[in-house]
């Protein structure tokens, strides 16, 4: 009888706390304010749990403090929250707005001109006509296409140029992404540790690339974890020498 009354007194408390590791919340319109969403699929990123807002917009999933959750639907944009703490939350999910309205080709007309060689068009002049070609002047007309022996490196140059400037929209949006006010939101982190964590785990072009499109949150969350198992000295980033020293 003892035993049994042992087990109930205990077995409440422990039950209690293996339930306590979820959390709950509401889900709403952002315009609307007080309607509210269902069918709103959360995800949990870390356990890789997935459910579903109710008729009410209501939803429960296992969690932990430091997990991030994904909230998706048609015609919304898609969020994420990061649980600092497992009280209940209120959502509000931001409708996605598409501007571009449908075109009607049906009643276009083409210009059959455009689908003929204008016959009154100049022809182009043979360029690099030296040598044996015995050409009278650069200005006389022939026929054929116009030889450029610069086009490849001109083709290579805009390649080059094409590569950079898509290079320059990855580290702009990195740039975005990846700083002081968002990481600091988002991680209790602040002063020199905010700095260097951002100099440690600020992701590279080929990353975000291979990785389309890159969950920001996501990665900063996991760095943030990799980053609470370095010690204190392993966070500070090495000085360089003074030069001055060495010479």
């Known amino acids: 009888m003892y035993k049994l009354i042992f087990f109930l007194l205990f077995a409440v408390p422990f039950g209690a706390l293996a339930q306590s590791s979820?959390?709950?919340?509401?889900?709403?319109?952002?315009?609307?304010?007080?309607?509210?969403l269902p069918g709103v699929?959360?995800?949990?990123?870390?356990?890789?749990?997935?459910?579903?807002?109710?008729?009410?917009?209501?939803?429960t999933i296992a969690a932990n403090t430091g997990d991030l959750l994904e909230f998706s639907l048609v015609g919304y944009v898609t969020d994420t929250l990061y649980l600092t703490s497992l009280l209940p939350k209120t959502i509000y999910m931001v409708e996605r707005n598409n501007n571009l309205s449908d075109v009607d080709i049906t009643g276009v007309k083409i210009n059959k001109e455009i689908l003929n060689p204008d016959p009154q068009a100049e022809k182009y002049a043979l360029l690099g006509t030296g040598g044996n070609l015995n050409r009278k002047k650069m200005t006389d007309k022939v026929g054929g296409l116009s030889l450029n022996l610069g086009y490849g490196k001109y083709k290579r140059q805009q390649r080059k140029e094409a590569e950079l400037?898509?290079?320059?929209?990855?580290?702009?949006?990195?740039?975005?992404?990846f700083n002081e006010k968002i990481i600091g939101n988002l991680l209790k982190l602040e002063g020199q540790d905010l700095k260097n964590f951002i100099i440690m785990y600020r992701p590279s072009v080929q990353k975000v690339q291979s990785e389309r499109p890159f969950k920001y949150p996501y990665y900063?969350?996991?760095?943030?974890?990799?980053?609470?198992?370095?010690?204190?000295?392993?966070?500070?980033?090495?000085e360089l020498p003074d030069l001055k020293k060495i010479n």
């Open 22 to 36: 979820v959390t709950t919340g509401t889900i709403y319109d952002f315009s609307k304010k007080s309607a509210s």
């Open 41 to 59: 699929t959360i995800r949990n990123l870390n356990n890789k749990k997935v459910t579903s807002a109710s008729a009410s917009g209501k939803f």
């Open 165 to 177: 400037e898509e290079r320059d929209q990855y580290l702009m949006e990195i740039d975005q992404n």
């Open 220 to 238: 900063i969350v996991q760095a943030y974890h990799a980053w609470l198992k370095l010690s204190p000295a392993e966070r500070k980033m090495q």
